[in-house]
Nanobody, 122 residues
Framework: VQLQASGGGLVQPGGSLRLSCAAS????????VGWFRQAPGKEREGVSC???????SYRDSVKGRFVVSRDVAKDTVYLQMNSLKPEDTAVYFC?????????????????WGQGTQVTVSS
Protein backbone atom coordinates (compact mmCIF):
# COMPACT_ATOMS: atom_id res chain seq x y z
CA VAL A 1 0.00 0.00 0.00
CA GLN A 2 1.25 3.44 -0.88
CA LEU A 3 -0.30 6.80 -0.17
CA GLN A 4 0.58 9.89 -2.12
CA ALA A 5 -0.08 13.36 -0.77
CA SER A 6 0.29 16.22 -3.22
CA GLY A 7 -0.69 19.82 -3.79
CA GLY A 8 1.53 21.64 -1.36
CA GLY A 9 3.42 24.79 -2.17
CA LEU A 10 4.19 28.36 -1.23
CA VAL A 11 1.22 30.64 -0.71
CA GLN A 12 0.72 34.08 0.77
CA PRO A 13 -1.26 34.56 3.97
CA GLY A 14 -4.95 34.49 3.17
CA GLY A 15 -4.40 32.27 0.18
CA SER A 16 -5.69 28.78 -0.56
CA LEU A 17 -4.31 25.38 -1.44
CA ARG A 18 -5.92 22.04 -2.10
CA LEU A 19 -4.11 18.92 -1.03
CA SER A 20 -4.87 15.55 -2.57
CA CYS A 21 -4.39 12.07 -1.19
CA ALA A 22 -4.41 9.07 -3.49
CA ALA A 23 -3.53 5.47 -2.84
CA SER A 24 -2.35 2.35 -4.58
CA UNK A 25 -3.13 -1.04 -3.13
CA UNK A 26 -5.95 0.37 -1.05
CA UNK A 27 -9.42 1.71 -1.79
CA UNK A 28 -9.61 5.00 0.06
CA UNK A 29 -13.39 5.13 -0.34
CA UNK A 30 -13.65 2.24 2.10
CA UNK A 31 -11.49 3.57 4.91
CA UNK A 32 -11.01 6.51 7.21
CA VAL A 33 -8.45 9.02 6.02
CA GLY A 34 -6.68 11.56 8.18
CA TRP A 35 -4.66 14.65 7.44
CA PHE A 36 -1.81 15.45 9.79
CA ARG A 37 0.88 18.09 9.77
CA GLN A 38 4.27 18.53 11.32
CA ALA A 39 6.04 21.83 11.68
CA PRO A 40 9.78 22.02 12.37
CA GLY A 41 10.52 21.17 15.96
CA LYS A 42 6.93 20.20 16.71
CA GLU A 43 5.07 16.95 17.02
CA ARG A 44 2.86 15.68 14.24
CA GLU A 45 -0.72 16.75 14.87
CA GLY A 46 -4.08 15.84 13.41
CA VAL A 47 -5.66 18.49 11.23
CA SER A 48 -8.74 16.91 9.73
CA CYS A 49 -10.15 13.52 8.90
CA UNK A 50 -13.00 11.83 7.11
CA UNK A 51 -14.50 8.49 8.00
CA UNK A 52 -15.63 5.85 5.56
CA UNK A 53 -19.19 6.88 6.46
CA UNK A 54 -18.53 10.53 5.65
CA UNK A 55 -18.02 11.65 9.22
CA UNK A 56 -15.59 14.58 9.34
CA SER A 57 -13.58 16.19 12.09
CA TYR A 58 -11.31 19.23 12.34
CA ARG A 59 -8.89 20.60 14.87
CA ASP A 60 -10.15 23.84 16.36
CA SER A 61 -7.53 26.04 14.72
CA VAL A 62 -8.65 25.09 11.21
CA LYS A 63 -12.41 24.95 11.67
CA GLY A 64 -14.16 27.21 9.20
CA ARG A 65 -11.04 27.40 7.01
CA PHE A 66 -10.29 23.80 5.97
CA VAL A 67 -12.65 21.33 4.34
CA VAL A 68 -11.99 17.62 3.89
CA SER A 69 -13.86 15.76 1.19
CA ARG A 70 -13.83 12.70 -1.03
CA ASP A 71 -14.12 12.27 -4.76
CA VAL A 72 -15.60 8.79 -4.87
CA ALA A 73 -15.13 8.43 -8.62
CA LYS A 74 -11.42 9.22 -8.32
CA ASP A 75 -10.98 7.45 -4.96
CA THR A 76 -9.18 10.55 -3.75
CA VAL A 77 -9.42 12.57 -0.56
CA TYR A 78 -8.91 16.32 -0.61
CA LEU A 79 -8.08 18.92 1.97
CA GLN A 80 -9.16 22.36 0.82
CA MET A 81 -7.28 24.94 2.85
CA ASN A 82 -8.52 28.52 2.77
CA SER A 83 -7.51 31.67 4.62
CA LEU A 84 -4.11 30.18 5.23
CA LYS A 85 -1.98 31.57 8.02
CA PRO A 86 1.78 31.43 8.62
CA GLU A 87 1.13 29.04 11.51
CA ASP A 88 -0.30 26.54 9.00
CA THR A 89 3.19 26.09 7.59
CA ALA A 90 4.17 22.45 7.92
CA VAL A 91 4.63 19.20 6.08
CA TYR A 92 1.19 17.72 5.57
CA PHE A 93 0.64 13.98 5.56
CA CYS A 94 -2.34 11.86 4.69
CA UNK A 95 -2.91 8.57 6.44
CA UNK A 96 -5.33 5.68 6.05
CA UNK A 97 -6.95 3.62 8.75
CA UNK A 98 -9.63 0.93 8.61
CA UNK A 99 -13.32 1.32 7.88
CA UNK A 100 -15.36 3.47 10.19
CA UNK A 101 -15.04 6.80 11.86
CA UNK A 102 -11.82 8.75 11.91
CA UNK A 103 -9.85 10.46 14.64
CA UNK A 104 -6.63 12.23 15.44
CA UNK A 105 -4.83 9.42 17.17
CA UNK A 106 -1.81 8.55 15.05
CA UNK A 107 -1.98 4.98 16.34
CA UNK A 108 -5.21 4.27 14.49
CA UNK A 109 -3.64 4.84 11.08
CA UNK A 110 -1.89 1.97 9.36
CA UNK A 111 -0.57 3.67 6.24
CA TRP A 112 1.08 7.05 5.76
CA GLY A 113 1.99 9.11 2.74
CA GLN A 114 5.34 10.82 2.34
CA GLY A 115 4.12 14.35 3.04
CA THR A 116 3.83 17.55 1.06
CA GLN A 117 5.26 20.88 2.16
CA VAL A 118 2.92 23.80 2.74
CA THR A 119 4.56 27.17 3.33
CA VAL A 120 2.49 30.25 4.12
CA SER A 121 4.60 33.35 3.86
CA SER A 122 4.59 36.80 2.32
Amino acid sequence: VQLQASGGGLVQPGGSLRLSCAASGLILNNVAVGWFRQAPGKEREGVSCIGSNGFTSYRDSVKGRFVVSRDVAKDTVYLQMNSLKPEDTAVYFCAAAGPGVCGFSRAMYDYWGQGTQVTVSS
